[in-house]
């Protein structure tokens, strides 16, 4: 059975303070691993598409990076405007449905 | 913004009563899809559409259907709403192959 597991729950960092978040995924047969960013009240914005292991898509301070069990989202020297929730969701070679994982919540502090 | 419009935005129903929920694109993808959002459950499938009249169940269909009868357009209908439906339904569009694009959502709450 397909499934994304994504941790911590919850981060608080300070501002400034580099942390991943992560996603660990099983499936038979990856087609794409996307990440989404998602405020309050919104729908997920999408951020990210990885299709293959050791591929990394970059954009202002969120690194993605993508092995064969697992993705990381880097942030580096987060804002507080980078404080939302982090989906991230897998995608199978058959069939075109997207799986998501519950989301990590990330607070950074001023 | 894809070009998605969900409508309403926000419900308020009673149980038992049927509800319709429309998702409209302006973007002409293939795909598009209805998701439910809860606290613990992140965002689960309901159903989803691959063309005009061709619809699939997802992970959480009972209670549930659909119908897209033009590309444009997929409703989702709640045949009798109960209060285990009282979620935030989210409509997603994407092309044959790549990332979804997610509407802003639709707060439905069944009383």
Same mark, same amino acid.
């Given at each position: 059975?397909?499934?994304?597991?994504?941790?911590?729950e919850?981060?608080?960092?300070?501002?400034?303070?580099?942390?991943?978040?992560?996603?660990?995924?099983?499936?038979?047969?990856?087609?794409?691993?996307?990440?989404?960013?998602q405020?309050?009240?919104?729908?997920?914005?999408?951020?990210?598409?990885?299709?293959s292991?050791?591929?990394?898509?970059?954009?202002?301070?969120?690194?993605?990076?993508?092995?064969?069990?697992?993705?990381?989202?880097h942030?580096t020297?987060?804002?507080?405007?980078?404080?939302?929730?982090?989906l991230?969701?897998?995608?199978?070679?058959?069939?075109?449905q997207?799986?998501?994982?519950?989301?990590?919540?990330?607070?950074?502090?001023? | 913004?894809?070009g998605?419009?969900?409508?309403?935005?926000?419900k308020?129903t009673?149980?038992?009563?049927?509800?319709?929920l429309r998702c409209? /694109?302006?973007e002409?993808?293939?795909?598009?899809?209805?998701?439910?959002?809860?606290?613990g459950?992140?965002?689960?499938?309901i159903?989803?559409?691959?063309?005009?009249?061709?619809?699939?169940? %997802?992970?959480?269909?009972d209670?549930?259907?659909?119908?897209?009868?033009?590309?444009?357009?997929?409703?989702?209908?709640?045949?009798?709403?109960?209060?285990?439906?009282?979620?935030v339904?989210?409509?997603?569009?994407?092309?044959?192959?790549?990332?979804?694009?997610?509407? /802003? %959502?639709?707060?439905?709450?069944?009383?």
């Amino acid at each position: 059975e397909d499934q994304v597991t994504q941790s911590p729950e919850a981060l608080r960092l300070q501002e400034g303070e580099s942390s991943s978040l992560n996603c660990s995924y099983t499936v038979s047969g990856l087609r794409g691993l996307f990440w989404y960013r998602q405020d309050p009240g919104k729908g997920p914005e999408f951020l990210f598409t990885l299709y293959s292991a050791g591929e990394e898509k970059e954009k202002e301070r969120l690194k993605a990076t993508l092995t064969k069990k697992e993705s990381f989202l880097h942030i580096t020297a987060p804002k507080p405007e980078d404080s939302a929730t982090y989906l991230c969701a897998v995608q199978r070679n058959t069939g075109n449905q997207f799986y998501f994982g519950t989301g990590t919540s990330l607070t950074v502090i001023p | 913004d894809a070009g998605i419009t969900q409508s309403p935005r926000h419900k308020v129903t009673e149980t038992g009563t049927p509800v319709t929920l429309r998702c409209h /694109q302006t973007e002409n993808h293939r795909y598009m899809y209805w998701y439910r959002q809860d606290p613990g459950h992140g965002l689960r499938l309901i159903h989803y559409s691959y063309g005009v009249k061709d619809t699939d169940k %997802g992970e959480v269909s009972d209670g549930y259907s659909v119908s897209r009868s033009k590309t444009e357009d997929f409703l989702l209908t709640l045949e009798s709403a109960t209060s285990s439906q009282t979620s935030v339904y989210f409509c997603a569009i994407s092309p044959s192959k790549g990332e979804a694009f997610f509407g /802003q %959502g639709t707060r439905l709450t069944v009383v």
